[in-house]
């Protein structure tokens, strides 16, 4: 199956800078790769997905890069912000393929830390 | 957006009882709806995927008679854990997706459990 690796596990940067997560995958079929924020006790948030028909995408300070050639895919933050401080997980999926359409691949997670 | 609640939110019991938690999918009809178990600090791990009037597929190490899974409707799936211990605490999550509709996953909040 899907195999996905996260970097780093935790990342600690000061208010306004900007923070970059990376995450590679295994199977080349995967076609889909969201990204989740998580503040403790809660539920997963997408903040922004991308399909592999596309490069990059961004969405105001939030940016999500894929090379599939390389199999891996980035999320940036930028102009980061207190409460940007949260868990974030990468995932990987196939799409449109029989009974596995929509499982996801959950990367490990990154806490990411926003100094004041 | 779509919207999918759980209930209990949060939940306690003795030891050697059953646990039935509930998912409903309120805006949309979700063909298919996972469940996952999240130990404190870990990435969400997939237990089941239910599809709407058919037997759920369990992963790998994932107990069945354990973790029976009911998705009777397009609207609710039910996770119950029989014969809880104390190892079952954890943060259980559901998420449903219609195949129709887009290919995101929407999350419930969680629910709590604890297993004195």
């Known amino acids: 199956g899907e195999n996905v690796e996260q970097h780093p596990s935790t990342l600690s940067v000061q208010e306004g800078d900007s923070a970059v997560i990376k995450c590679t995958y295994s199977d080349s079929a995967s076609n889909y790769f969201p990204w989740y924020k998580q503040e403790l006790g809660k539920r997963p948030q997408l903040i922004i997905d991308?399909?592999?028909?596309?490069g990059e995408k961004k969405d105001q300070r939030i940016a999500v890069t894929l090379n599939k050639t390389a199999k891996h895919f980035s999320l940036h933050i930028t102009e980061t912000q207190p409460e940007d401080s949260a868990v974030y997980f990468c995932?990987?999926?196939?799409?449109?393929?029989?009974?596995?359409?929509?499982?996801?691949?959950f990367g490990r997670g990154t806490q990411l830390t926003v100094w004041p | 957006g779509a919207v999918v609640s759980q209930h209990p939110s949060r939940v306690i019991c003795k030891s050697g009882t059953s646990v039935k938690i509930e998912c409903r999918s309120l805006d949309f009809q979700a063909t298919t709806m996972f469940w996952y178990r999240q130990f404190p600090k870990q990435s969400l791990m997939l237990m089941a995927t239910?599809?709407?009037?058919?037997?759920?597929?369990?992963e790998q190490g994932v107990e069945k008679d354990k973790f029976l899974i009911n998705h009777a409707s397009l609207t609710l799936s039910t996770l119950t854990v029989t014969s809880a211990h104390p190892e079952d605490s954890s943060f259980y999550i559901c998420s449903a997706a219609d195949r129709g509709f887009r290919i995101e996953q929407f999350f419930g909040p969680g629910t709590r459990l604890t297993v004195l």
């Open positions: 239910s599809n709407e009037g058919s037997k759920a597929t369990y």
């Open positions: 995932a990987a999926s196939i799409t449109g393929r029989g009974s596995t359409l929509g499982r996801l691949y």
């Open positions: 991308i399909r592999s028909n596309v």
